[in-house]
């Protein structure tokens, strides 16, 4: 990947609004929020093995915060927060499994998003796929990945995770992409 620099752009001056920013207009939790909603982000499902807090069992959550971070070597990055479920079993895992999502599994989405499912229960397909990982079925992509950083960021953690093996026969599709709160698909 090459860099190409952006041109410049002047920020348009406007007035934050009140649900948008502290009363003081110091930047804050609402603040980001509000800009995030605006900003269109694809699905990924993220998957470690569990540990001793989850029995033994797979973990999982979805994630819209998967970035490319480097081609040589392959890497990419994901948050999570340190008061998430998966946590735990990230902190410990030495391999996750990252999932990229197709327009129609929404459901599959919200699954993994939602406190205290059984996300690895029927419907969800899924297997032990290289490394422990599990490797869920039908996704657009699927890699394995080895973590190799774990980067305080507030109430997150960054994880910087070097790509190992992966599906060689990526599906045809269009992503899932999370936009003002709501899973949504690409229009024409």
Known sequence: MTATPAPAVTPAR???SARAAAPDGAAGPELLRSAF?????????VTAPGGAAHGGGPVGFTASSLTSVSADPPLLSFGIGTGSSSWPAVRAATHVGVH?????????AATFARSG??????????RTGPEGVPVLDGVLAWLVCRIV????????????AEVVTGDPAARAGRPL???HGRFNALRD
């Open 117 to 126: 499912a059984d996300r690895f229960a029927a419907p969800t397909r899924w």
């Open 14 to 16: 406007t007035a934050p």
């Open 177 to 179: 992409l999370y936009h």
């Open 149 to 160: 950083g774990r980067v305080p960021a507030g109430d997150h953690r960054i994880v910087v």
């Open 37 to 45: 909603r605006r900003h269109a982000a694809g699905v990924a499902v």
């Open 100 to 108: 990229l999502l197709g327009e129609q599994q929404h459901e599959l």
